[in-house]
Structures are given as structure tokens and as C-alpha cells.
């Protein structure tokens, strides 16, 4: 429920700020721009994450700030900042491979594969230096290893996406297929229906 998330992230920041801990508020920062990424508010995302970037160097805190470039990436990508997207997505996973948090690791590889597709498609950006399918499979093994399902199921979302750009389909509807099986038994129907919207948006088969 990302719209939820935003209202409760919103009351959290709020409280912190009151508070005057700045680790938090810069952590409760990060986490409102992921939820505000979710529903699509990407403008308002990058102003929380640049925002939380400031704050964890204020704090001198770099735990959380892999995923903070992370969900800068993704805001720069939907916005069609592909270049921005990079540097942002290589920052993510040179601080994710340093703390060994699989969140964070699979996360950015998954990432470093949705800047590497943008690339292949996107006029003047540079070649990707990493096969976009191999980053993303690498994230489905991440999380797999880790035991975290729902981002597994995530990953393996954007690996359809992929593969469906590059002309397999059959790739493409085995691995939504993986992806139904996995949330159906988390029973995660409503992130279920936002990924078949979203793969239906892309002309992915499904």
C-alpha cells in the first residue's frame, strides 16, 4: 500500500523532526521517496532523497545510503535521466557491495539491469558495460540465497521486462509465471495486480 506508506512515512517525519534526531529523519527522508517513487510522484521523490542524502552526511551515517541512491536511480530512469540514472545506480552498488546487506545488493543489481535496458534503448546514452539480464538474474540469486520473496518476486518482474524487450518471449511468461507463484503464496494479491498492470503497460506478456 504505497499511498498508505506515504501518509504514515509523512507523520513519522514529522515526529522526528520534533525530536530533532537527524539519523532519523534523514532514514524517515529515504523511505518516504521510495513510497513516493511507488505512486508514481517521482518529482517530489528526488526532493525527499537529495534531502536524506544531506541529512546521513549531517549524521555521518552511510548505513541506509545505498538504498537512497537506489531509489534516486529509479526516480532519474522514470523521468528519463538515463545518464543521471547510472551514476546513481553505480553508487548504490559500490556502498551495497561494501555493507554486504543482501536488501541493499539485490537491490542495486537489480537496478544496475533497469539502467543497463535503459541504455540499450536510449539514444546517446552509453552502452551498458553489463548485460542488463545478467545484473537482474544476478539480483533474482541475491534474494533467493537471502530468503526475501516479495523482492525476488520484484526482480524477477524487471527480468521479464527485459527479456520481453529482447525478443523472448517465452522467457518473459516463464518468469511471470515465477512471479504469480511466488506472490500467490504470500498471498500478495494486490502487488500481484500492480505488477501485471504495469507488465500489461509495457506490452510484456503475461
Known amino acids: 500500500d504505497p499511498a498508505g506508506a506515504v501518509a504514515r512515512f509523512e507523520e ?3 515526529i522526528v523532526r520534533d525530536s530533532g534526531d537527524r539519523d532519523q ?3 524517515v527522508l529515504s523511505n518516504l521517496g ?7 510522484s517521482c518529482d517530489d521523490a528526488m526532493d525527499r532523497l537529495d534531502e536524506a542524502l544531506h541529512g546521513f552526511e549531517r549524521s555521518g551515517n552511510s548505513e541506509h545510503v545505498s538504498e537512497t541512491h537506489r531509489f534516486l536511480a529509479e526516480a532519474r530512469l522514470a523521468l528519463g535521466r538515463v545518464e543521471e540514472a547510472g551514476r546513481s545506480a553505480q553508487q548504490a552498488f559500490d556502498l ?7 536488501d541493499h545488493l539485490g537491490h542495486a543489481w537489480r537496478v544496475l539491469g533497469l539502467v543497463g535496458a535503459a541504455q540499450s534503448s536510449h539514444d546517446g546514452a552509453p552502452s551498458p558495460e553489463v548485460d542488463p539480464a545478467t545484473c537482474l538474474t544476478t539480483s533474482v540469486d541475491v534474494f533467493a540465497e537471502a530468503g526475501m520473496e516479495r523482492d525476488r ?16 518471449d517465452d522467457g518473459a511468461a516463464s518468469t511471470v509465471d515465477e512471479v504469480r507463484e511466488i506472490l500467490e503464496r504470500l498471498q500478495l ?3 500481484l495486480q ?8 509495457s506490452g510484456v506478456v503475461t
Open 34 to 40: 521510495g513510497a513516493l517513487l511507488e505512486i508514481g
Open 25 to 27: 529523519e534523514a532514514l
Open 194 to 201: 500492480r505488477i501485471e498492470r504495469r507488465l500489461a503497460d
Open 153 to 168: 518476486a520484484i526482480a524477477l518482474r524487471d527480468l521479464a521486462s527485459v527479456l520481453s524487450a529482447q525478443g523472448d
Open 189 to 191: 494479491g494486490e502487488l
Open 12 to 14: 513519522a517525519l514529522s
Open 96 to 102: 551495497a557491495r561494501l555493507d554486504e546487506n543482501p
